[in-house]
């Protein structure tokens, strides 16, 4: 039952960007339908951001795995009441 709540939950977190697509396709017809040019900037430009948004997932990811974070110092009771 776990299995199936976290895939629900990655499913619903798409969800927006499959609404986006579709809505972007849409108004790209109607665009075209109308002769209208689009006020989208250029594919080259889109390709650019595509690159930015894949970067900054990407490099937290290759931080985590060259410097792992430190794990917290533990304290045993006993050196606690010590200083008490």
């Given at each position: 039952?776990?299995?199936?709540?976290?895939t629900?939950k990655?499913?619903?977190?798409?969800?927006p960007?499959?609404?986006?697509?579709?809505?972007?396709?849409?108004?790209g017809?109607?665009?075209?339908?109308?002769?209208?040019k689009?006020?989208?900037?250029?594919a080259i430009?889109?390709v650019?951001?595509l690159?930015m948004?894949?970067g900054?997932?990407?490099?937290p990811?290759?931080?985590d795995?060259?410097?792992?974070?430190?794990?917290?110092?533990?304290?045993?009771?006993?050196?606690?009441?010590?200083?008490?």
């Amino acid at each position: 039952m776990p299995k199936l709540c976290s895939t629900l939950k990655k499913a619903t977190s798409v969800r927006p960007y499959i609404i986006s697509l579709v809505v972007g396709l849409l108004v790209g017809i109607i665009y075209a339908g109308l002769r209208v040019k689009s006020p989208a900037p250029p594919a080259i430009a889109l390709v650019g951001l595509l690159g930015m948004l894949i970067g900054e997932s990407v490099f937290p990811l290759i931080k985590d795995r060259l410097f792992p974070p430190a794990e917290p110092a533990r304290i045993e009771k006993q050196e606690l009441n010590r200083f008490k």
